[in-house]
């Protein structure tokens, strides 16, 4: 079992960058891939990133695509979400997943962090 917690989340203005964090503990985070979810107000919770846990391959919703960096550290247990260019339409609170491979849709991972809140508005 592994608990995640998200960090990072803020108020940033359009074209503006955050850096969310989401770290793991309770078991080694190397053997899970890592998904970033968001939510926004009445929307469903959408997929827009993941990496995987072997090769670290990664993956990008197209509105995203370009904007958004995934990456691991496994030595310090954390998987980031670089978000550059934010709109905003990023506007949402994000989570982490962990599963032991990467889906699309929420129900495919087993374990979530608690959100942190993204704001982009000037």
């Known amino acids: 079992q592994v608990q995640l917690v998200e960090s990072g989340g803020g108020l940033v203005q359009p074209g503006g960058s955050l850096r969310l964090s989401c770290a793991a503990s309770?078991?080694?985070?190397?053997?899970?891939?890592i998904g970033w979810f968001r939510q926004a107000p009445g929307n469903e919770r959408e997929g827009i990133s993941c990496?995987?846990?072997?090769?670290?391959?990664?993956y990008y919703l197209d509105s995203v695509k370009g904007r958004f960096t995934i990456s691991r550290d496994n030595a310090k247990n954390t998987v980031y979400l670089q978000m550059n260019s934010l709109k905003p339409e990023d506007t949402a609170v994000y989570y982490c997943a962990a599963d032991r491979r990467c889906g699309v849709w929420a129900y495919e991972y087993e374990y979530w962090g608690q959100g942190t809140q993204v704001t982009v508005s000037s």
């Open positions: 990496i995987s846990s072997s090769d670290h391959t990664t």
């Open positions: 309770g078991s080694t985070l190397e053997e899970y891939a």
